[in-house]
């Protein structure tokens, strides 16, 4: 009843929104389309890799010089777009967003290999701006779970579902292995080709987050509530990102790439924004 409700309510307001159109279209005082805010979603693997991952791949150092001139390479290409804004995935205060660390970035840039700093506080340093952006939203008090795996291996034990989550985690791992062998002979640019790749990402996340929704009897279902609080999650990082954003802005949004499928997602399908590839910058980069 309360859905076929719903559905009335919205034809109701799709016919007023049809009588309301003025007749003379030329005569009509509507609003000129708002220019759209661009964004390209820049996916990477941890600089600095923290150990906070399901999987967490091994990175060469860099600080080396050879790493370094790679960066600065990756960094004049994403110049050439021009973005206006710079979101990170960090921690920030609304309603303004802005990373504090950025006031010292000269000083981090020679101490700290974290992405963020490396790729988000160099490029901003190099186009001028102010400040730069975090949008990133993790759990707090009073706040779920966003990413329950425990729940899910728990479940999983009990419920002799454990293959499906061995078999999951084993081709994860084995793609993060090939991975770091190859990053070994790749330049920076090159290693993020597969973080970038659109059909790639989409099918290493359908994958592993649509395979977890098998975890579950029906009266509980822990892989079904990973995938909705990951979701969750990631909307509330893209709502950040809109706050940050004004129309007309270009948006570079530099994330890791267990993200980059749903920021593509909504980039491509939220009004008033339109997705950027980044695929060519990173080849010229590599060039």
Request: glycine fraction near 8%; include cysteine; hydrophobic fraction near 40%.
């Amino acid at each position: 009843m309360w859905c076929r409700s719903l559905a009335a309510l919205l034809m109701g307001l799709s016919a007023s929104v049809v009588v309301a159109q003025p007749a003379d279209a030329e005569t009509s005082d509507a609003a000129e389309p708002t220019e759209a805010i661009q964004v390209m979603v820049l996916g990477l693997y941890h600089f600095a890799n923290p150990g906070a991952d399901m999987v967490n791949s091994q990175v060469d150092d860099m600080l080396a010089p050879r790493r370094q001139q790679e960066i600065e390479a990756l960094v004049e290409s994403l110049a050439d777009w021009g973005p206006t804004k710079i979101a990170l995935e960090d921690e920030a205060s609304a309603p303004t967003f802005e990373l504090e660390g950025y006031a010292r970035s000269e000083e981090l840039l020679k101490t700290s290999p974290n992405e963020t700093v490396q790729i988000g506080y160099r490029l901003g340093r190099r186009l001028g701006h102010k400040a730069v952006y975090g949008y990133d939203e993790r759990s707090g008090e009073g706040e779920p779970d966003y990413f329950p795996m425990e729940k899910v291996q728990a479940f999983a034990v009990e419920n002799g579902q454990m293959p499906i989550l061995e078999k999951l985690i084993g081709e994860v791992q084995a793609y993060s292995s090939e991975q770091d062998a190859e990053r070994e002979t790749q330049s920076v640019a090159e290693s993020l080709y597969a973080h970038n790749d659109g059909a790639q990402l989409s099918a290493r996340h359908d994958r592993l987050y649509y395979s977890l929704i098998r975890i579950g009897d029906g009266e509980s279902q822990p892989g079904a509530e990973l995938n909705a609080y990951w979701y969750m999650r990631n909307a509330k990082m893209f709502g950040k990102i809109d706050m940050i954003a004004e129309p007309g802005d270009r948006v570079l949004v530099i994330a890791g790439s267990g993200h980059a499928p749903w920021l593509r997602h909504f980039a491509q399908r939220m009004p008033g924004f339109e997705l950027v590839e980044t695929m060519p910058y990173l080849e010229r980069a590599a060039r």
